[in-house]
């Protein structure tokens, strides 16, 4: 990304919102509720890897109702999760583009789709981060968007902190390189403007991102999120939420097997269920999105700003940011360490 090219945000005044040229009046969204297994390396991303391909070929099989035009899996379908230092996440780190991403590409090829997935992601231009991305490939192959973390929960786990760099972590540097605009990434694509997201209980964060022409948000979890956050990201912003998380997880597993599993759905800009898994095992979700029709008559949410601009003028946040400029916690606890006596509150 050049940041001139993003230094002004693409966000208008008049309720309205820039937008792509349509695929198709009416797709199929698909989410893909599968495991999320924390299998030994090398061979353990190899199978997950394996199985994730495995699942994109299930999502098409004859007579399983309408074909997916675009595949979501949750935020660690390749790795899996577990208390894993930071060197032992490195390990476990893809590359965008890179040997998993061309795989993927070559199924959303074969057939004709989408697919957007999670991962931790190294990259050459952040040494010494890992990285957590929301990638979406286009059925041409080529990588349509990669939308980093906007920030993790801070303050809320016993002696430890998650280490991965979020956009809040390193938020300086991060606009110095890509621009003002890619903080609130919205992707314009045919099947409409998409935002995608790992963060929970951020209600600000996909209200700007509404304001900005979002249309569509996909957002993943591992081990459970709140329904009534995501439900309630559609309703407020009136767009559609799907939300992905993981299945039971396998019986050799270091965690129970119902480890915050399932619930896995798609909620419509009412809050209403279009479609949800009716189990915690491995689920395909598909529902319909009417995205012309929805266009038609959407416009930015319709907020009413000057009666608490400055409330907001005058909050400071718990954790301020790019605490990992300086410094990346080289494991759980000493992320617990080093944000220890960093908050900003009493």
């Known amino acids: 990304m050049n940041p001139a090219e993003n230094a002004a945000l693409t966000q208008r005044a008049d309720g309205c919102y820039a937008t792509a040229p349509l695929a198709k009046d009416v797709w199929t969204l698909g989410v893909v509720q599968s495991r999320v297994h924390p299998t030994p390396e090398p061979a353990g991303m190899k199978a997950n890897l394996d199985h994730m391909l495995h699942l994109i070929d299930n999502s098409f099989h004859i007579g399983f109702g309408y074909r997916p035009d675009l595949l979501l899996f949750h935020e660690f379908p390749i790795s899996g999760w577990d208390h894993w230092t930071k060197a032992e996440v490195e390990r476990r780190c893809i590359e965008i583009p890179g040997e998993e991403t061309e795989l993927i590409s070559a199924k959303a090829r074969e057939h004709g789709c989408h697919i957007a997935f999670g991962a931790y992601v190294r990259d050459p231009d952040w040494p010494g981060h890992v990285l957590s991305i929301t990638t979406l490939i286009g059925p041409d192959g080529e990588i349509v968007a990669k939308h980093w973390k906007a920030r993790n929960v801070k303050g809320i786990f016993h002696g430890q902190e998650l280490f991965t760099t979020t956009v809040y972590d390193v938020l300086d540097e991060y606009v110095e390189k890509y621009g003002r605009d890619a903080v609130v990434p919205v992707a314009r694509t045919p099947l409409g403007n998409i935002s995608m997201s790992s963060t929970q209980l951020e209600p600000e964060l996909f209200r700007a991102a509404a304001i900005k022409g979002?249309?569509?948000?996909?957002?993943?979890?591992?081990g459970s999120f709140s329904e009534i956050d995501v439900r309630a990201s559609a309703l407020h912003n009136r767009v559609y939420c799907a939300i992905v998380n993981n299945s039971v997880l396998a019986a050799e597993s270091p965690f129970f097997e119902d480890t915050g599993a399932g619930g896995s759905a798609?909620?419509?800009p009412d809050g209403n269920a279009i479609a949800v898994a009716d189990s915690k095992f491995e689920k395909l979700v598909l529902g319909q999105i009417p995205i012309a029709g929805?266009?038609?008559?959407?416009?930015q949410p319709d907020i009413h700003w000057d009666l608490y601009r400055d409330v907001f003028d005058g909050y400071r946040s718990r954790f301020e940011p790019n605490?990992?400029?300086?410094?990346?916690p080289v494991s759980l606890k000493d992320a617990g360490e080093y944000l220890k006596d960093r908050s900003r509150w009493a």
Do not use: D, K
């Open 294 to 299: 929805f266009r038609a008559r959407n416009r």
């Open 323 to 328: 605490l990992y400029t300086p410094y990346q």
């Open 266 to 268: 798609i909620y419509g």
């Open 214 to 222: 979002a249309e569509v948000f996909l957002r993943t979890a591992s």
